[in-house]
Nanobody, 121 residues
């Protein structure tokens, strides 16, 4: 059984920075693609950024140049550095990963429980 646990959310003012962290734990053989998604109040969940095991990244247009995704393959961590935060970045941010469990050759998608990020104007 595997799980993802996020940390680092909170309340900040517009223009400030925040870093989110997420770790995958359990009986893991390998973690493939990892990513961050967010769900603003009253809206659907949307992609923020993804990163492959080889560190290829993809960002939503709304965060390009402000957010940076990175990962530590050895320790199964993924990070999201957020700079110049805006009120419209307010959302529940969730970590996502495709994890190959031990004794398996098939990846399964897992989600964290989410962490709240609130940006005040």
């Amino acid at each position: 059984q595997v799980q993802l646990v996020e940390s680092g959310g909170g309340l900040v003012q517009a223009g400030e920075s925040l870093t989110l962290s997420c770790v995958a734990s359990g009986s893991i053989a390998r973690v493939n693609d990892m990513g961050w998604y967010r769900q603003p109040p009253g809206k659907q969940r949307e992609l923020v950024a993804t990163i492959t095991r080889g560190a290829n990244t993809n960002y939503a247009d709304s965060v390009k140049g402000r957010f940076t995704i990175s990962r530590d393959n050895a320790k199964n961590w993924v990070y999201l550095q957020m700079h110049n935060l805006r009120p419209e970045d307010t959302a529940v941010y969730s970590c996502n990963a495709v994890i190959v469990p031990l004794n398996s050759n098939r990846g399964q998608t897992s989600w964290g429980q989410g962490t709240q990020v609130t940006v005040s104007s």
